[in-house]
């Protein structure tokens, strides 16, 4: 079983709509959660991190349910600049395992 | 957020050479930095974690002979990937993370293509 597994879409959403990604992760010792965002041909850039009480930034929220290993992003209202692949990322120690991410399409 | 580049962006090479990639830290010192690889459609996987100042540290299932990593300074680390062959064809990228937390800060990849 992967480390960290994601849905890895790909999700096609209108401009404006709501879209959630979800992803499970199997070290239940994992300490630290974050969203990367990754588009095409380019390294992945930190989108936020993710807390036990769940956090917002703008647009997105993040939330984290450590009793079921489970993490989700939230996208409201989303933007043409959204589409990217959106790796949901977990933190086990001293490396950080990446999931294959999930491909966002905004379309007009 | 703290700066990391990569060089070159992009190589093409022949198999059986050997490429150098330089990872830098430009604005802080990293005194751990991480190489990992690529390949389409996949998650990115950690090839090697290095101190400064000591041996590199190697996943399972990458071979140290083959990915020569030299992390000699607090700024900069270079993988070499010796003898490369088209299956080492793959997108490289390589973070640092510097004392005061544990934020790792990518570079921007080097694309590799070993014809």
């Known amino acids: 079983r992967k480390e960290v597994e994601q849905d890895p879409g790909p999700f096609n959403v209108p401009e404006g709509a709501t879209v959630a990604f979800n992803c499970t992760y199997s070290?239940?010792?994992?300490?630290?959660f974050f969203w990367y965002r990754q588009d095409c041909r380019k390294e992945p850039k930190l989108l936020m991190s993710v807390y036990s009480s769940g956090n917002e930034d703008g647009r997105f929220t993040a939330q984290l349910n450590r009793a079921s290993q489970y993490i989700s992003l939230l996208i409201r209202d989303s933007k043409l600049s959204d589409s990217a692949t959106y790796l949901c990322?977990?933190?086990?120690?001293?490396?950080?395992?990446f999931g294959k991410g999930t491909s966002l399409l905004v379309t007009p | 957020g703290a700066v990391v580049s990569q060089h070159p962006s992009r190589v093409i090479c022949k198999s059986g050479t050997s490429v150098k990639i330089e990872c830098r830290s430009l604005?802080?010192?990293?005194?751990?930095m991480f190489w990992y690889r690529q390949f389409p459609k996949q998650s990115l996987m950690l090839m090697a974690t290095?101190?400064?100042?000591?041996?590199?540290?190697?996943e399972q299932g990458v071979e140290k002979d083959k990915f020569l990593i030299n992390h000699a300074s607090l700024t900069l680390s270079t993988l070499t990937v010796t003898s490369a062959h088209p299956e080492d064809s793959s997108f490289y990228i390589c973070s640092a993370s510097g004392q005061t937390n544990n934020e790792q800060f990518f570079g921007p990849g080097t694309r590799l293509t070993v014809l």
């Open positions: 290095s101190n400064e100042g000591s041996k590199a540290t190697y």
């Open positions: 990322v977990v933190n086990s120690g001293y490396a950080l395992n």
């Open positions: 604005d802080f010192q990293a005194t751990t």
């Open positions: 070290n239940s010792a994992s300490q630290s």
